[in-house]
């Protein structure tokens, strides 16, 4: 799978964990689906609470009228657009999904009143010297995780570029 994020997104994301420090924050994933195994990602929440330097619980009521507003722009054309799955901060350790990670993304996508066929786990960390460092991870119904493939989608003559460094989970999971 392939995921596009685009630039004014990585920014966003990258004030809001810098404004956070050492804790946790996360939220939600909202995407288009552009073509065959590629999505685009449209928006993301930010939940701000629920976090401490070492763990993140999403509130999903939190995140309920972004959905739904988010939903109404879109013209609710869920085959188009819809939830991509969620992403969260790990300031105070590597980009990687952790073993609670992974047991809570596998239990949304086998979850019946969840009802999708597919999540993504982006995991997300501003380093010492400012570079974004990312990990994205793919869960679906009865499948062992996988890498996703992010490309940052750049903005063209930025003054102050925001660095990335995507690593590729796969290799970390699979074993």
């Known amino acids: 799978m392939k995921l596009l994020l685009p630039y ?14 050492r804790r946790e924050i996360g939220g939600l994933l909202l995407g288009e689906h552009v073509g065959d195994d590629t999505f685009r990602l449209v928006d993301v929440t930010v939940q701000r609470s629920g976090g401490s330097s070492a763990h993140f619980l999403r509130d999903p009521a939190e995140h309920q009228p972004q959905l739904d507003e988010f ?23 590597e980009p990687l999904p952790s ?7 596998q239990g949304i996508v086998e979850s019946a009143a969840v009802g999708v066929n597919f999540a993504v786990l982006i995991i997300a960390r ?6 974004i460092q990312l ?24 003054k102050h570029p925001i660095q990335v460094i995507v690593r590729w989970v ?6």
């Open 8 to 21: 004014r997104l990585l920014k966003h994301l990258h004030s809001e964990m810098r404004r956070a420090k």
């Open 71 to 93: 939903f109404a722009r879109t013209g609710a054309d869920f085959t188009r657009y819809n939830y991509l799955g969620e992403w969260h901060s790990h300031p105070s350790f």
């Open 99 to 105: 073993l609670q990670d992974v047991d809570t993304m």
């Open 126 to 131: 501003v380093g010492l010297i400012g570079k």
């Open 135 to 158: 990990s994205g991870t793919l869960f679906r119904p009865s499948w062992r995780p996988e890498g996703v493939q992010i490309v940052v989608e750049s903005e063209p003559r930025s």
């Open 170 to 175: 796969k290799s970390l999971i699979s074993g």
